[in-house]
């Protein structure tokens, strides 16, 4: 049984404040603790889960872990769970080191303002599909340990580099290199086909990016509008772009029967 | 103030049950409401607001809607809400139609059970942005009215057809149509640009396309991965595959100092 001053610590850690004293954060459900588990570059601290789910599980988190498996009830799982679906598993993990990007010769994402930690933890996710290694974020961005950006990353948190910082300072030392800015007009994406190295910003939900950010952008991007939608979502968006700058590097050849 | 009654009616429109007898949704937040009173498609029947909201938008609201408008309190917009946070205004309008699409010389998207409503409204905005006009939708799939996909549309389910059916059955009475289903392995989404008909098949966040509509697909199609994410969320997914089918088909040339 967890004990009243466990749940309280687990409970803290679904703020900030808390998880920047401790320098931890939790993640929840099966999918995303098995990931992070086999992630060499997290460390894992402690396990919380509900009995079958260890017995099922314990020869696979073995390899990984050695510390003690807590099997808990429904009730305390309900506790200290930040999900509105509390999952079998919650488990503690050392937060990574904030890395020092390295953006030359690549492709790199900065978020200006990205509120919405599902939009964060999506974005974190895009990125590490399309094989970007970092993601620049301005101190306003959601916090990556959020759980429930944790939850929307389905395991690729331990994967991209991020770097929180005054975004405006940050791309002034990188103006080497070309900043694109996704906006509602502007040049068609398709034209970024093959890009080898830059700078996507991608703004705030709502107000996309701030007049001083934009300033600092060599060109304005947008994705062609064919509807009536008065947006995209921004990690569609971004997704959207990644795909047109990254994926279309190699299109294969149209085969028989294809549309055209 | 809202009765007990008035109040436990719209509490039971949270549920598609009573959306179902009623034949009436629910909508929130300032910008759904108003581009729902906007559209020639949706008659409203209510709208329970805080004074100040109404008094700013009452000669805006006057241009679409003739009826009362109700001043409520902070503590009976929080009763009333579906949402985790409440905004100012909450609306009752009479469901739509369900349409009988016209697919014909049309992209189309099929949903095969997505249960999530943010995802669902996330793609009813995608295919409002691409201007695609119709989404078959599997019974399974999230109700269209639940008052999480009204909010994730950002007011585009109103100009969006959308039919619910037993998919096995539309697409096979629809099988003169190419049918392309997004998968973890297929063709590089790259060679639909430029399709001018068909259907694009979306399935499940956890379980993909489910195997009896999937032997209904001419073909799987696939967005290609440069980096480790097992998967894309359905909604990413889906923006990435019309970005490449719709808004390639008009690509601008290259312009100066651009990449590559």
């Given amino acids: ?14 703020h900030k404040k808390f998880r920047d004293i401790e320098n931890v954060f939790i993640a929840e459900g099966s999918k995303v603790v098995m990931e992070l ?32 498996l807590e099997p808990v009830e429904d009730y305390e799982l309900e506790k200290i769970s930040a999900l509105s ?21 690549k492709i790199t994402l900065a978020l200006d303002d990205i509120r919405d930690p599902g939009n964060l933890g999506t974005i974190i996710r895009i990125a590490d599909w399309f094989g970007v290694s970092s993601i620049i974020c301005s101190d306003s961005c959601a916090d990556r340990y959020n759980p429930k950006v944790v939850q929307s990353t389905m ?13 405006v300072e940050w791309l002034k030392k990188n103006s ?18 093959g890009l080898q190295e830059g700078i996507i910003l991608i703004g705030n939900e709502a107000r996309g990016i701030s007049p001083e950010i934009m300033q600092l952008a060599k060109e304005s991007i947008t994705i062609p509008k064919f509807g009536h939608a008065e947006s995209l979502n921004a990690a569609v968006a971004t997704g959207i772009i990644l795909s047109h700058v990254i994926a279309s590097t190699s299109p294969p050849a149209l085969s028989e029967g294809e549309g055209a």
Same sequence: chains 1, 2.
């Fill in 155 to 167: 395991g690729s948190i331990a994967r991209v580099d991020m770097l929180y910082t005054n975004l």
């Fill in 85 to 105: 679906t509390p999952s079998q598993v919650v488990a503690v993990f050392m937060k990574l080191k904030q890395g020092a990007p390295d953006v030359k010769g």
């Fill in 1 to 14: 049984m967890l004990s009243k001053t466990y749940t309280k610590y687990i409970q803290s850690l679904h």
């Fill in 176 to 193: 080497s290199l070309p900043i694109y800015a996704a906006a509602l007009t502007g040049k068609n994406i398709a034209s970024l086909k």
């Fill in 37 to 68: 588990l086999n992630s060499t570059k997290i460390e894992c601290v402690h396990i919380l889960a509900k009995e079958p789910w260890l017995r099922e599980n314990e020869p696979e988190i073995k390899k990984y872990f050695n510390g003690p």
